[in-house]
Structures are given as structure tokens and as C-alpha cells.
Nanobody, 123 residues
Framework: QVQLVESGGGLVQAGGSLRLSCAAS????????MGWFRQAPGKEREFIAS???????YYAVSVKGRFTISRDNAKNTVYLQMNSLKPEDTAVYYC?????????????????WGQGTQVTVSS
């Protein structure tokens, strides 16, 4: 069982930055691929970024070049650095873990989810 707790959300002006953190419980964190998703009001939850056990990453086109996913296995934590934020980035951001070391972009491929953290970007 893995428990995930996100933090770092908030209100920021367009063009600003935020860093989200996701703290994971469990001794096998390093074996899990991790992902970030987001869900805006009235929209489906969408894939943002994923990172595998060795640090390889994959991004959605909408955030590539602006967002960076990283992990610190010693701290059981995954991060999402978000730069050049836009109003359309406003959403609840979710951290997810899957019982596999391989990157995935589909919501159903993830086994554990955090409670989400709100990110609001004002224009």
C-alpha cells in the first residue's frame, strides 16, 4: 500500500512558478513509476508528466518545456516544477504511483492517488 500527499499548490500570477511536492509512504518507492495529472472544472483528468525508477521522463505536449518532473528516492518524494504558468494551467493537480517501474500516461495504469492540490493561475 502506498499513500501519497501533495503540497505546494496555491495562487500565482500568469508567468509565475510553483513547485509541487508529493510525499510517498512505503519502502519500495524507488521501484514505482510516478506521475502527475490535473483536472480542471468540467474536464477529464489529464496526464501531465511521468518519471520512471531511473529518472527518465515523459511529458504532455501542453507542458513540455515549462514543467519538470523529478524525484528524490532518498526522501520518497516526487516534484513538479512549473514555470511560465498560464491561466489554462488552473486545475487540481494529482500525484499518482503505479506498481511498475515503467512510465505510463493513462490514468488507469496508476494504482495509487493523492488527494490533490489546487493550482490557480490568474491573468
Amino acid at each position: 500500500q502506498v499513500q501519497l500527499v501533495e503540497s505546494g499548490g496555491g495562487l500565482v500570477q500568469a508567468g509565475g512558478s510553483l513547485r509541487l511536492s508529493c510525499a510517498a509512504s512505503g519502502r519500495t518507492f524507488s521501484r514505482y513509476a510516478m506521475g502527475w495529472f490535473r483536472q480542471a472544472p468540467g474536464k477529464e483528468r489529464e496526464f501531465i508528466a511521468s518519471i520512471n525508477w531511473s529518472g527518465s521522463t515523459y511529458y504532455a505536449v501542453s507542458v513540455k518545456g515549462r514543467f519538470t518532473i523529478s524525484r528524490d528516492n532518498a526522501k520518497n518524494t516526487v516534484y513538479l516544477q512549473m514555470n511560465s504558468l498560464k491561466p489554462e494551467d488552473t486545475a487540481v493537480y494529482y500525484c499518482a504511483a503505479r506498481g511498475s517501474s515503467y512510465i505510463a500516461t493513462v490514468r488507469g495504469d496508476y494504482d495509487y492517488w493523492g488527494q490533490g492540490t489546487q493550482v490557480t493561475v490568474s491573468s
